[in-house]
T-cell receptor, first 113, second 116 residues
Framework: LAKTTQPISMDSYEGQEVNITCSHN???????ITWYQQFPSQGPRFIIQ???TKVTNEVASLFIPADRKSSTLSLPRVSLSDTAVYYCLVGDKNSGGYQKVTFGTGTKLQVIP | DTEVTQTPKHLVMGMTNKKSLKCEQHMGHRAMYWYKQKAKKPPELMFV???????INESVPSRFSPECPNSSLLNLHLHALQPEDSALYLCASSQRIAGGLVNEQFFGPGTRLTVL
């Protein structure tokens, strides 16, 4: 499985847009890119998933360049409640009925009032 | 119901004890996972069950014994654990969608385990 590299931490003021970049140089052809959010003492929560170009949902956007060696999670107008650890994962979306992914080190986002 | 439940929330056990962690989901997911998460570290995959059969064992010590009695339940039996096994144990499930693809994983809140 491709290894991912993310910044260890980031700070942002409330109301700003936050972009977290993830590097995955060895991504395989079948791999999808997924982002999870985790609050302290809770399980991770799915944010967004994509394969190429741009994906947008109600909470975030995911930008993936043509070479797919990196991706950027964009959170519009963050609030204090967005303070959490954000994990970038790559893995095969179809693996015989289950999904095997490896969590990277994660980025701790601190939103400041 | 889009929830994965785990019991107990907290567990303290001695090194000679036998205990079990339980996980339940009623979303019809046929893949279930156990992860271990140490403080300030990412979750690490331990086991994967697909259609109630063990599909992945990430070289986990035998003092951890998983069981999947049916499509909604996943257990993790613990015996003769070590203090370094203290961690947050997370259960997750995922579904197969159209075209045979597997989508996101839904995680439970975890069981905080302390081994004395």
């Amino acid at each position: 499985l491709a290894k991912t590299t993310q910044p260890i931490s980031m700070d942002s003021y409330e109301g700003q847009e936050v972009n977290i970049t993830c590097s995955h140089n060895n991504i395989a052809t079948n791999d999808y890119i997924t982002w999870y959010q985790q609050f302290p003492s809770q399980g991770p929560r799915f944010i967004i998933q994509g394969y190429k170009t741009k994906v947008t949902n109600e909470v975030a956007s995911l930008f993936i360049p043509a070479d797919r060696k990196s991706s950027t999670l964009s959170l519009p107008r963050v609030s204090l409640s967005d303070t959490a650890v954000y994990y970038c994962l790559v893995g095969d979306k179809n693996s015989g009925g289950y999904q095997k992914v490896t969590f990277g080190t994660g980025t701790k986002l601190q939103v400041i009032p | 119901d889009t929830e994965v439940t785990q019991t107990p929330k907290h567990l303290v056990m001695g090194m000679t004890n036998k205990k079990s962690l339980k996980c339940e989901q009623h979303m019809g997911h046929r893949a279930m996972y156990w992860y271990k998460q140490k403080a300030k570290k990412p979750p690490e995959l331990m086991f994967v069950y697909s259609y109630e059969k063990l599909s992945i064992n990430e070289s986990v010590p035998s003092r951890f014994s998983p069981e999947c009695p049916n499509s909604s339940l996943l257990n993790l039996h613990l015996h003769a654990l070590q203090p370094e096994d203290s961690a947050l144990y997370l259960c997750a499930s995922s579904q197969r969608i159209a075209g045979g693809l597997v989508n996101e994983q839904f995680f439970g809140p975890g069981t905080r385990l302390t081994v004395l």
